[in-house]
């Protein structure tokens, strides 16, 4: 092992620490994980680099872990049994914006905003929106989405190729740079939500859509659960391409008035924005409203200029931290449920009924346009019953998900956190996952204890 | 051997058959393959009977290929090692529409056209389109798209979940019916495109659209090649959401025309569709003529009557049988590159000009808006000289797309006749993908000689 970190050192110079201080840093998340520090940290600057990386941790046995911005909450980037942690920090350039074919070449630790700050001048924006700044390499890994997916697709969708070092140190490449192809077993969607776990991301060629001509956003409050959610599934079905739509329950509404002063009823609304041309998004925006007034909405408040805009979902993004505002001293424990749109109403009602039971504190928000929403248990710090407690909420969460032909994460991935779902969500599935780790890690170095049962 | 054939006899009773006629109609393709028959063909009506079938193959070590509608263009569906054909015509169920989730799920012998007559009382239709009327586990297995994906995408946007007979005969489940998911590896996308060498699909969970509110199509002429094709990618880089673009070259347009009394100039044509409400159609269409006239598009004909919009797509849909009429004994090449939008006039104009040079005839169609397109090369029967000759214009076309960025496969897969570019166009990813096969199917029984190098 000492062979291998002398052979990291030598490679990589002041680019390899095992300082106590980067170790704890790679050793934490936003989950609720103890501290799980690696015992190296790398920063590579090139592919090769990552290949020799990944062939001297495997000579060694060593776990190797990839690492972007550290903001996935399922506990993906931490070392659960130490190893080499992969920071791609320094792996942050646009390689090529190919503005004709809408699409970006990028290093995997661009995040999200530098691209899109990157693209501004090119009429063309990268929609995929999780709320942090993730790295778009973190983002493909673990199949990422958030409030713009519901008219612009996940990462799933969005990404056209990659380039991955594989567990013994190849790379390869997936996908090219057309816009479909159907030679082989697609890769690319087999590598874009494997956390690690099968290779590591150097390289993502992802899709870029146009800047939409006109946005124009809108918040409005309902006087019950009932009528937000149902106004909802009303405005899918009704076909409006909503470029977002988001719900966010009272208790969360409370807390972003607390924090960011934003002046709503203590009451449940929906958040929306229309991407189009002029006439488009008025035309969207104007039965949207019919059909939410129909569902009791009132209070409507309108965001056309950007900065309102800006304001409004910086607030959306920060509502994790928001809401650990509103209830300090207490271990969050985030859910990410996901059911067909004809089943959220009985999703969001039950979880929202339980959680009000247990009496612990569980606001919630949600991608609700995909069937998508978060409660964000709130059991009190050092409280064995109370998280006792809210960790059967979340179990009870995941049930109910799977029996509503939904899934227990849309978004979050699995990570070390929702390993135990595995079986009950993919049957048999998830031994032929387990099939083709073994085949292309056989020494289970790449991101071990993650994903998988027994891995 | 012959105890598995008892076997499957008993399971099956008369719909087990070793009868010539069965064989030899199993062992014919659309494509250019000789008669390449299997041993026995199967005709399930459940999925348990599959698993039995797959059970007893593996037993005995028998291939076991999958069959839908046998309109497959790269004899993705003959038997070059012999075996049992597993044909799906009797599982031909719709098991469960669901409007207000936008999603249908389907037994695999279900064909396009038999879904949406389903569907036509729902407000909702199933777009991707190949044009042959196929089988949606067929279009699943080779990952087809056609002339709606510009707008719809191919089957691996438009597949939501799988349950899939595995070669040990277990069944799995893939997916959910919730829209989005990050629960593990994608097996979905896995076994999209695997042309039954990991599994056999036996039940199909599709995403739906909304049938649009107006639907409008026209034809127009254009003096040469390069104004078609320039006309294309202006359009596709305005933004303009086509439902189809669909290219015709003149010796194309000339075979519509013996074939179909089109009555169109034997000159390069572009055949456009557009959906949406009757202002955005009225809108897109207007933009699209100003884009086409500005590269000189002349003789406009519109087509806003379901007849006579069907009337066009019918004659799109037979183009490869207008063009077999044209060129009577000949042996038929297909071809299917697919490059970026930005590098399609390259790629069109050099096919054209490599083809003019080698006497031999190939009329080019294409779904243009994606960057696919078809030469189908036509040597003469059985001329060896220049049956090699065309086979090396497939070759350079193959190159080309991969020069270009591009793919030697759009949409017609790679089943017996790609095999040869595997290499070429996924270097080492081959590898991953023959390790996938090996840890699913390690004694190689699914679709044998199929995909993979070697395989």
Known sequence: MSTAYSALADLLGPRFTQSQSDRDLHGRSEGHFPLMPPDAVVYPETTEEVASIVRICAEAGLPVIGWGTGTSLEGHSIAPRGGVTVDFTRMDKVLEVLPEDMVAVVQPGVTREALNTELRATGLFFPVDPGANASLGGMASTRASGTTAVRYGTMRGNVLG????????????TGTRAPKSSTGYDLTALFVGSEGTLGLITEVTLKLHGQPEAVSAAVCAFSDMEGAVGAVIATIQS???????????????????AQ?????????????????????????????????RDFGAEDFRWASLAEDRNRLWAMRHNSYRAMLAAYPDTAPITTDICVPISRLAEAVEATAA?????????????????????????PKAGDAVEWEKAQKLAARMAERALKLGGTVSGEHGIGLGKVKYMEAEHGHGWQVMAAVKAALDPENIMNPGKLLPGN
Do not use: K, T, Y
Request: proline content about 4%; overall charge negative.
């Open 162 to 173: 990659l380039e991955v070092v594989l567990a013994d140190g190849r790379v390869i490449r």
């Open 239 to 257: 076909g409006i391409p909503m470029a977002r739509i988001e719900f966010v329950d009272a208790a969360a509404a409370a807390a972003f008035n």
């Open 260 to 292: 960011a002063q934003a002046g709503w009823a203590d009451a449940p609304h929906l958040m929306v924005e229309f991407h189009g041309s002029e006439a488009g998004v008025a035309e969207q925006a104007e039965r949207f409203g019919e059909i939410a």
């Open 354 to 378: 339980d959680i009000a039971d247990s009496g612990i504190p569980g606001p919630i928000v949600g991608h609700v346009g995909d069937g998508n929403f978060h409660a964000l248990l709130l």
